[in-house]
């Protein structure tokens, strides 16, 4: 079976930074583009990042750049986010997912395969 499985959330405090991982199984990885995308209480998804397959493409929305990093480890199938400075406005269950393509999108149906995901919570 397909599983994306998302870790790393919490509560932190506003300027904090915390360390998304997303450990991937029952697909081959290292083919498959892997995007982060989240959504904010009461609002839709917001596609947050994208790696591409190799990881030597790396893509972020507005709101992530500069503060996000995405990465890939394609040994241990898995992909990071890293968040630095983060503010209220990223308070959200953060998701991971997968496309062989290479795209920005926040459409749970671009996607192959979309994983359960990890509260992100910061506080002001």
């Known amino acids: 079976d397909v599983q994306l499985q998302a870790s790393g959330g919490g509560l932190v405090q506003s300027g904090g930074s915390l360390r998304l991982s997303c450990i991937a199984s029952?697909?081959?990885?290292?083919?498959?583009?892997m995007s982060w995308i989240r959504q904010a209480p009461g609002k839709g998804f917001e596609w947050v990042s994208t790696?591409?397959?190799?990881?030597?493409?790396?893509y972020y929305a507005e709101s992530a750049k500069g503060r996000f990093t995405i990465s890939r480890d394609d040994a241990i199938n898995t992909v990071t986010l890293r968040m630095n400075s983060l503010g209220p406005e990223d308070t959200g269950v953060y998701s991971c997912?997968?496309?062989?393509?290479?795209?920005?999108?926040?459409?749970?149906?671009?996607?192959?395969?979309w994983g359960q995901g990890t509260q992100v919570t910061v506080s002001s």
């Open positions: 790696t591409n397959s190799g990881g030597t493409g790396t």
């Open positions: 029952g697909f081959a990885f290292s083919n498959y583009g």
């Open positions: 997912a997968a496309t062989r393509r290479t795209i920005r999108s926040r459409e749970r149906s671009d996607y192959d395969y």
